[in-house]
Antibody, heavy 118, light 109 residues
Framework: EVKLLESGGNLIQPGGSLRLSCAAS????????MRWVRQAPGKGLEWVSA????????YYADSVKGRFTISRDNSKNTLSLQMNSLRVDDTAIYYC???????????WGQGTLVTVSS | EIVLTQSPATLSLSPGERATLSCRAS???????LAWYQHKPGRSPRLLVY???SRATGVPDRFSGSGSGTDFTLTISRLEPDDFAVYYC??????????FGQGTRLEIK
């Protein structure tokens, strides 16, 4: 059974940093592109970042480029998102998701809430 | 960037009725690389359809996807109480850079 379990969400002040993690199990983690997708309060889904199976290639939405860093540890089946210079509009539920093939996600975690507020 | 516009924003229907949700792309979505998800409050999004018309594992056959180019449709043939949720389309023709539509809220009339 595929499982994705996010952690690390918290209340943080603007300008602060936070690191999210996603523990994966039930599939060949190193063979899967992984993504972070977020949902701000009252808004729709927004793609944030993606990383190749090896971790060699990373991709970011313009809204987070230069502030967020995606990484993975294939020895621990863990996906991470380092978020720096956080802004109020980064407030959202952050989901990690596993790509099935070519860019759609067949499994999602339950999400972790990041609140950026003073 | 391919912008996806979903309509209507909200759809009010009764159980047993047929639902038709639309997703229009700002440019052609090559190879029909379009997916649909169901999202309920407090839950993870659930993949329903990929490749414009292929149902994901375990998805009931009352859900069907169709379309090509710039116009795509998700149809729910006979609504059940569990189907009331928000539905998103997503294009992956430009993967790894993907985009979602803004969502259609399907509510009980």
């Amino acid at each position: 059974e595929v499982k994705l379990l996010e952690s690390g969400g918290n209340l943080i002040q603007p300008g602060g940093s936070l690191r999210l993690s996603c523990a994966a199990s039930g599939f060949t983690f190193s063979g899967s592109v992984m993504r972070w997708v977020r949902q701000a309060p009252g808004k729709g889904l927004e793609w944030v970042s993606a990383i190749s199976g090896s971790g060699a290639d990373t991709y970011y939405a313009d809204s987070v480029k230069g502030r967020f860093t995606i990484s993975r540890d294939n020895s621990k089946n863990t996906l991470s998102l380092q978020m720096n210079s956080l802004r109020v509009d980064d407030t959202a539920i952050y989901y990690c998701a596993k790509d099935a093939w070519r860019g759609f996600a067949d499994f999602w975690g339950q999400g972790t809430l990041v609140t950026v507020s003073s | 960037e391919i912008v996806l516009t979903q309509s209507p924003a909200t759809l009010s229907l009764s159980p047993g009725e047929r639902a038709t949700l639309s997703c229009r792309a700002s440019q052609s979505v090559s190879s029909g690389y379009l997916a649909w998800y169901q999202h309920k409050p407090g839950r993870s999004p659930r993949l329903l359809v990929y490749g414009a018309s292929s149902r994901a594992t375990g998805v009931p056959d009352r859900f069907s996807g169709s379309g090509s180019g710039t116009d795509f449709t998700l149809t729910i043939s006979r609504l059940e109480p569990d189907d009331f949720a928000v539905y998103y389309c997503q294009q992956y023709a430009t993967s790894p850079f993907i985009t979602f539509g803004q969502g259609t809220r399907l509510e009980i009339k």
